[in-house]
């Protein structure tokens, strides 16, 4: 305490070289700014680096004393301006940057930490150095009492890397650093019979020994003699609590997986752990695992049988079980119900006679239906109405619009009366008006077959003609169910596609597509 009064006395004896203050000797006085310049003098002249000696602020020309001022000569206008000069070159460091300088350095006075001088400082790594001083115990339940400060203030990150540190004491991992992933090591830990090392095999327990924290400093001649006994009574204790709050702080975390393990860490070292048993249980649960957080609980009950806290743990497990339980029923409802809806579906295409295809084409090359599909009125009836998706493509103009339900009694002139004249056609020039009279609709036929007989024949085509390719005209009177059941024209991917051309186009446009099709 001396050492730092003599200190900041010093800074402040040091503080008044730049206050101005004027100073006397004698008959002579000096002004505020001549006499900063003769302490910075003098403080060159006294550094052990600087050169020969200066006079003192007391000794400086009479022509500096504080006399009459004589008038001052004229002005050369050749004489630079000091205030116009450009910048002043930085002044050279005074005896109090020094001070503040050699101050920072102290643990005790340091403002910040410079991390190219902190590994060559003595004074730090003396401080570090006493995080390591006693017994393993000693320095382990240090470093296990900062954690529970932190953990007080809810710093669960920093408390986790206490407990660690003092873990890493115990089981002689002082030089290395492990972390909240090194579930490796956290699983051998709960798995070793002998978690407390080598130090502590020796068979007779009356013995004593010389047991001190590796990687602290080597013990003085006058350490101190351990009963091994009380030490490793001491470390289990230790041990048990560090993994026990580890699994407070990585619940917190919502680290689960590493609070389970650091909580049967602990059961394994004391099955007497009410914490233990109730941390364990939280994390599972939290993971949504209550067959195991179940386990946990049962375990915990039968040792603590009046236990509030493991009793109300256990009503949330249950419940959160119940829970999990009715979601997973409903969701095996549900792709039941999907299931059944499907085989219906192919059902009523089979009853009417619609070639139905799935393509195994990639999603990308598949139109967007939004939620479009073709479904029945009721699903699990195929003798209710059918609805399809019509895709209308307007090949000549490189267009397309999608109608999400088309009723197999409907027809197509039914839709188109409202979709055109399209958009892009001015006057209906093209397409012609709302009566569909200036259209022509064709489907194409065997599309999809013909894909899958190649297939299914090596790719050598289908066989008797199987499976070609072509156009069939479709009545805009017609509804949609018999155009489909007729067996020339297909739905492929829930959805069916129906060209519109023009009638002044349509020679030319059948005539590409024969070419197309390989038909010409």
Same mark, same amino acid.
């Given at each position: 305490?001396?050492?730092?009064?003599?200190?900041?006395?010093?800074?402040?004896? /040091? !503080?008044?070289?730049?206050?101005?203050?004027?100073?006397?000797?004698?008959?002579?006085?000096?002004? %505020?700014?001549?006499?900063?310049?003769?302490?910075?003098?003098?403080?060159?002249?006294?550094?052990?680096?600087?050169?020969?000696?200066?006079?003192?602020?007391?000794?400086?020309?009479?022509?500096?004393?504080?006399?009459?001022?004589?008038?001052?000569?004229?002005?050369?206008?050749?004489?630079?301006?000091?205030? +116009?000069?450009?910048?002043?070159?930085?002044?050279?460091?005074?005896?109090?940057?020094?001070?503040?300088?050699?101050?920072?350095?102290?643990?005790?006075?340091?403002?910040?930490?410079?991390?190219?001088?902190?590994?060559?400082?003595?004074?730090?790594?003396?401080?570090?150095?006493?995080?390591?001083?006693? *017994?393993?115990?000693?320095?382990?339940?240090?470093?296990?009492?900062?954690?529970?400060?932190?953990?007080?203030?809810? /710093?669960?990150?920093?408390?986790?890397?206490?407990?660690?540190?003092?873990?890493?004491?115990?089981?002689?991992?002082?030089?290395?650093?492990?972390?909240?992933?090194? @579930?490796?090591?956290?699983?051998?830990?709960?798995?070793?019979?002998?978690?407390?090392?080598?130090?502590?095999?020796?068979?007779?327990?009356?013995?004593?020994?010389? !047991?001190?924290?590796?990687?602290?400093?080597?013990?003085?001649?006058?350490?101190?003699?351990?009963?091994?006994?009380?030490?490793?009574?001491?470390?289990?204790?230790?041990?048990?609590?560090?993994?026990?709050?580890?699994?407070?702080?990585?619940?917190?975390?919502?680290?689960?997986?590493?609070?389970?393990?650091?909580?049967?860490? $602990?059961?394994?070292?004391?099955?007497?752990? &009410?914490?233990?048993?109730? =941390?364990?249980?939280?994390?599972?649960?939290?993971?949504?695992?209550? $067959?195991?957080?179940?386990?946990?609980?049962?375990?915990?009950? /039968?040792?603590?049988?009046?236990?509030?806290?493991?009793?109300?743990?256990?009503?949330?497990?249950?419940?959160?079980?119940?829970?999990?339980?009715?979601?997973?029923?409903? =969701?095996? @409802?549900?792709?039941?119900?999907?299931?059944?809806?499907?085989? *219906?579906?192919?059902?009523?295409?089979?009853?009417?006679?619609?070639?139905?295809?799935?393509?195994?084409?990639?999603?990308?090359?598949?139109?967007?239906?939004?939620?479009?599909?073709?479904?029945?009125?009721?699903?699990?009836?195929?003798?209710?109405?059918?609805?399809?998706?019509?895709? &209308?493509?307007? %090949?000549?103009?490189?267009?397309?619009?999608?109608?999400?339900?088309?009723?197999?009694?409907? +027809?197509?002139?039914?839709?188109?009366?409202?979709? &055109?004249?399209?958009?892009?056609?001015?006057?209906?020039?093209?397409?012609?008006?709302?009566?569909? /009279?200036?259209?022509?609709?064709?489907?194409?036929?065997?599309?999809?077959?013909?894909?899958?007989?190649?297939?299914?024949?090596?790719?050598?085509?289908?066989?008797?003609?199987?499976?070609?390719?072509? &156009?069939?005209?479709?009545?805009?009177?017609?509804?949609?169910?018999?155009?489909?059941?007729?067996?020339?024209?297909?739905?492929?991917?829930?959805?069916?596609?129906?060209?519109?051309?023009?009638?002044?186009?349509?020679?030319?446009?059948?005539?590409?597509?024969?070419?197309?099709?390989?038909?010409?």
């Amino acid at each position: 305490m001396a050492d730092a009064q003599s200190l900041q006395q010093a800074a402040e004896a /040091s !503080l008044s070289l730049n206050d101005d203050i004027p100073q006397s000797n004698g008959a002579h006085s000096t002004s %505020p700014s001549e006499s900063r310049a003769a302490a910075q003098t003098q403080a060159k002249a006294t550094r052990p680096n600087g050169a020969n000696t200066t006079t003192s602020a007391t000794q400086t020309p009479s022509s500096s004393t504080s006399h009459a001022p004589a008038s001052a000569p004229p002005a050369d206008p050749s004489t630079p301006n000091p205030s +116009t000069a450009g910048p002043t070159p930085p002044s050279a460091p005074t005896d109090l940057d020094i001070l503040l300088s050699d101050l920072n350095r102290h643990p005790l006075f340091m403002t910040s930490l410079d991390p190219d001088t902190a590994a060559s400082n003595p004074e730090l790594d003396a401080i570090r150095a006493l995080a390591y001083e006693g *017994t393993k115990s000693e320095v382990a339940a240090n470093f296990r009492n900062q954690g529970n400060d932190l953990a007080k203030q809810k /710093s669960w990150k920093d408390a986790d890397e206490f407990y660690i540190k003092a873990l890493d004491v115990i089981e002689g991992r002082t030089s290395q650093k492990r972390t909240n992933n090194d @579930e490796e090591k956290q699983k051998k830990v709960v798995q070793e019979d002998n978690t407390l090392g080598g130090d502590f095999a020796n068979p007779n327990p009356s013995e004593t020994i010389d !047991l001190f924290a590796e990687g602290g400093p080597a013990p003085s001649s006058s350490s101190q003699i351990i009963d091994i006994e009380a030490e490793t009574a001491q470390l289990r204790a230790v041990q048990r609590a560090a993994h026990t709050n580890r699994a407070l702080c990585n619940l917190h975390l919502q680290n689960h997986r590493t609070a389970v393990l650091q909580a049967a860490a $602990a059961l394994k070292l004391d099955p007497q752990n &009410l914490k233990a048993y109730f =941390r364990a249980a939280s994390a599972l649960l939290a993971i949504d695992k209550p $067959a195991f957080a179940l386990q946990a609980v049962d375990a915990g009950l /039968s040792r603590f049988p009046e236990s509030r806290e493991l009793a109300d743990v256990r009503k949330r497990i249950r419940e959160r079980d119940a829970f999990l339980r009715k979601q997973e029923e409903q =969701r095996r @409802e549900r792709e039941t119900r999907r299931i059944r809806e499907a085989q *219906t579906l192919r059902k009523a295409f089979a009853d009417r006679g619609i070639r139905s295809v799935t393509t195994t084409g990639s999603r990308d090359a598949k139109p967007d239906l939004e939620d479009a599909e073709a479904r029945l009125a009721d699903p699990l009836d195929e003798a209710s109405e059918l609805v399809l998706p019509v895709l &209308l493509l307007y %090949p000549t103009e490189g267009e397309s619009e999608l109608i999400k339900g088309v009723k197999e009694g409907e +027809t197509l002139g039914e839709h188109l009366a409202y979709v &055109l004249p399209v958009p892009w056609d001015e006057g209906g020039k093209e397409f012609g008006g709302s009566d569909g /009279s200036g259209v022509v609709c064709f489907m194409e036929t065997g599309a999809s077959s013909a894909a899958a007989s190649s297939e299914l024949n090596g790719g050598r085509g289908g066989e008797g003609g199987e499976g070609k390719r072509g &156009l069939v005209k479709v009545g805009k009177k017609m509804n949609l169910g018999d155009v489909l059941s007729d067996g020339r024209a297909e739905v492929t991917d829930g959805l069916c596609r129906v060209y519109v051309v023009p009638v002044r186009k349509v020679g030319e446009w059948v005539e590409e597509m024969k070419r197309r099709m390989g038909r010409a």
